[in-house]
T-cell receptor, first 113, second 115 residues
Framework: GEDVEQSLFLSVREGDSSVINCTYT??????LYWYKQEPGAGLQLLTY?????DMKQDQRLTVLLNKKDKHLSLRIADTQTGDSAIYFC?????????????FGRGTSLIVHP | NAGVTQTPKFQVLKTGQSMTLQCAQD?????MSWYRQDPGMGLRLIHY???????DQGEVPNGYNVSRSTTEDFPLRLLSAAPSQTSVYFC??????????????FGPGTRLTVL
């Protein structure tokens, strides 16, 4: 099965909050990431959280980590049309020699007026 | 810094043709990797390298070869293109396992169509 799972689509109204969820399977994950991909572009790191944290806030972004349930979420406050993109959750397990993260399938966030 | 660059941006091949997708980074990163992105499939790792002279297979390596003769360059070779290799290909690099968060830096992608 997949190491990292996310729902494929999320549709919100401009000004509302968006919550994108992710589950992962490797309990040794040390870093968990959210990447953003805008249309026609590569991925860019949006934010990350270390596994000994349970929350990280950065302006409109809030990352919540439930390590017991292996659940990660990204909340975007006051969602704007410019936030429309694909959001990828990724984990980097400890002990994997290559330190190459594993990505989920991505959640397409659609923001409508 | 130019970051991670990929060429070409677009390519159309006929079945059976071979070609090389180029990837270069100027950040002195140790790790480089190639992914393909297909609708609904997310990013799948093709091959990766943890340093010059060292490469390893990812999740979907069949039909692709890589080499890493320098720190900067990590070309991806399609030996005999097949329609199933129609995809968007991304190259990425990151510093090292001692880097604080091991952020991956992605290139802009190469859109490949195999007829």
């Amino acid at each position: 099965g997949e190491d990292v799972e996310q729902s494929l689509f999320l549709s919100v109204r401009e000004g509302d909050s968006s919550v994108i969820n992710c589950t992962y399977t490797d309990s040794s994950s040390t870093y968990l990431y959210w990447y953003k991909q805008e249309p026609g572009a590569g991925l860019q790191l949006l934010t990350y959280i270390f596994s000994n944290m349970d929350m990280k806030q950065d302006q409109r972004l809030t990352v919540l980590l439930n390590k017991k349930d292996k659940h990660l979420s990204l909340r975007i406050a006051d969602t704007q049309t410019g936030d429309s993109a694909i959001y990828f959750c990724a984990e980097r397990p400890d002990g994997r020699g290559s330190y190459i993260p594993t990505f989920g399938r991505g959640t397409s966030l659609i923001v409508h007026p | 810094n130019a970051g991670v660059t990929q060429t070409p941006k677009f390519q159309v091949l006929k079945t059976g043709q071979s070609m090389t997708l180029q990837c270069a980074q100027d950040m002195n990163h140790e790790y480089m990797s190639w992914y393909r992105q297909d609708p609904g499939m997310g990013l799948r790792l093709i091959h990766y390298s943890v340093g010059a002279g060292i490469t390893d297979q990812g999740e979907v390596p069949n039909g692709y070869n890589v080499s890493r003769s320098t720190t900067e360059d990590f070309p991806l070779r399609l030996l005999s293109a097949a329609p199933s290799q129609t995809s968007v290909y991304f190259c990425a690099s990151s510093y090292s396992k001692t880097d604080l968060n091991n952020e991956q830096f992605f290139g802009p992608g190469t859109r490949l169509t195999v007829l």
